[in-house]
């Protein structure tokens, strides 16, 4: 197998290289590839090596032309933007089209909202990590595809307009109690930089659907 450094080291020697697969290498940090590699690179699979840290992850950000990442079966346990402002879009992966994250490690839903910072997501896979199996599947399905604006593709399915506008409706109407608890109104209001962090995308649904007319119980 390849280190990451060693991969480098070879790609001084593919200039042109389009795809690239590393996969079950044992690879654990990823360092700045230099300006001059990886120019061309489209898709590129990193999948089944130990890879905990979003933050190496990230210095993959700046490759130009990367549509396409697998980190399926990796050990990620949380996803962050911490230099983009919650509602604005990360220069980082500004071509990235689709992302496997697949089996690993990722906890909490606010790993999930942080990727409505990518500019360009439209095809995930989240899948078998902890934060989406403590759901029903469709439920888990309403909450990344509300969580998520651009999706057209999760886990392998289609998402269609229909349910993208069940997945809102169910999403408002599940956390408007929050919202209010947190200084959100009907209206829209100031809620708390943590809820919004949170459900970055709930005021715009609020905003498409509406308040609910009967406030549920949260549950």
């Known amino acids: 197998g390849y280190s990451w450094d060693e991969a480098l080291r070879c790609a001084e020697m593919w200039p042109w290289v389009e795809d690239l697969v590393l996969s079950l290498n044992g690879i654990s940090v990823l360092s700045p590839p230099p300006d001059t590699l990886f120019q061309q690179l489209v898709h590129l699979s990193l999948q089944d090596n130990p ?22 079966d990796c050990d ?3 996803i962050s933007f911490p230099e983009t402002p919650t ?14 994250l697949h089996n690993n490690r990722l906890q909490e839903w606010v790993s999930i909202a942080e990727l409505n910072k990518l500019a360009r997501l439209e095809d995930l896979v989240v899948k078998g990590n ?11 399905r309403c909450l990344v595809i509300s969580l998520l604006g651009r999706l057209q593709l999760l886990d392998r399915m289609a998402v269609t307009r229909e349910e993208r506008r069940e997945a809102g409706i169910y999403y408002v109407n599940r956390f408007f109690p929050l919202w209010v608890q947190c200084g959100g109104t009907a209206e829209g209001g100031t809620p708390s930089p943590e809820f919004v962090r949170e459900h970055p995308r709930f005021l715009s649904l609020l905003k498409t659907y509406g308040a609910p007319e009967t406030v549920p119980d949260g549950k």
């Open 51 to 72: 890879i905990s840290s979003w933050e190496t992850v990230c210095n993959l950000g700046h490759l130009p032309r990367l549509k396409s990442l697998s980190l399926a």
């Open 76 to 78: 990620l346990t949380s």
């Open 87 to 100: 509602g604005q879009k990360t220069p980082l992966f500004a071509n990235l089209v689709v992302l496997n």
């Open 130 to 140: 902890p934060v989406t199996v403590r759901e029903r599947r469709h439920i888990t």
